[in-house]
């Protein structure tokens, strides 16, 4: 399983960015998808996440500006970030949880990481 993050800029403050991942290779079904972040001289964090079903959760410093959503047939996740801050800056990474083939536990993936940086 890969999963490949793009989307990633410059912008400025109060702007918007849509940050897209894409999951392939051999899926048989995924639990979760979700963005985390690190920024600079930070832990990463959890920013959403979006379960099997649709149930959605955002950290408390992006709800109202952020959302998740997820494409099922495509196996992609998004993040539509908008009123972007300067504290929002940092490499967003994609993870999903997910059963590369029915005979198999779940198991967690990790995408390369695409840099929003949010500078006027």
Not at 11 to 40: D, E, F, H, K, N
Not at 94 to 102: D, F, H
Request: aromatic share 8%; net charge positive; glycine share 10%.
């Amino acid at each position: 399983v890969q999963l490949q993050a793009s989307g990633g800029g410059l912008v400025q403050p109060g702007g918007s960015l849509r940050l897209s991942c894409a999951a392939s290779g051999s899926i048989a079904s995924i639990a979760s998808m979700a963005w985390y972040r690190t920024a600079p001289g930070k832990q990463r964090e959890v920013v959403a996440t979006i379960i099997i079903g649709g149930t959605t959760t955002h950290a408390d410093s992006v709800k109202g500006r952020f959302t998740v959503s997820r494409d099922n047939i495509k196996n992609m996740v998004y993040l539509q970030m908008n009123s972007l801050k300067p504290e929002d800056t940092a490499v967003y990474f994609c993870k999903i949880v997910a059963r590369p083939n029915y005979s198999s536990f779940m198991q967690t993936y990790w995408g390369q990481g695409t840099q929003v940086t949010v500078s006027s």
